[in-house]
């Protein structure tokens, strides 16, 4: 497994959650990461990305000011924590390593992808 992202669960609005993707060496290093989120019947999203040392980062319009990305690169991983949720942050949450060294929004830039991790959100 080159990504393993993990965090996920069932959390009251409001509350908060902070998913971990750990990554292989080799995909991780120098290369952004991004975290990606599908919803049932919906279309993957993106929802945060950051550069491959961390001077850079991205939000969704939908999640700005409530998520944070961030990475710690001597654990190779990338963090997405989360705050104030609401009932429509529920879905599958992906992270993803880049094809290259700067963020993207595009889902085709990123080479691998995690498993993914369920969040649920409460109303």
């Known amino acids: 497994v080159q990504l393993q992202a993990s965090g996920g669960g069932l959390v009251q609005t409001g509350g908060s959650l902070r998913l971990s993707c750990v990554a292989s060496?080799?995909?991780?290093?120098?290369?952004?990461m991004g975290w990606f989120r599908q919803a049932p019947g919906k279309e993957r999203e993106f929802v945060s990305a950051?550069?491959?040392?961390?001077?850079?980062?991205a939000y969704a319009d939908s999640v700005k000011g409530r998520f944070t990305v961030s990475r710690d690169n001597a654990k190779n991983a990338v963090y997405l924590l989360m705050n104030s949720l609401k009932p429509e942050d529920s879905a599958i949450y992906y992270c993803?390593?880049?094809?290259?060294?700067?963020?993207?929004?595009?889902?085709?830039?990123?080479?691998?992808w995690g498993q993914g991790t369920q969040v649920t959100v409460s109303s």
């Open positions: 993803a390593a880049g094809r290259g060294s700067w963020w993207s929004r595009g889902s085709d830039n990123y080479a691998y």
């Open positions: 950051i550069s491959w040392n961390g001077d850079s980062t």
């Open positions: 060496r080799r995909i991780f290093s120098n290369n952004g």
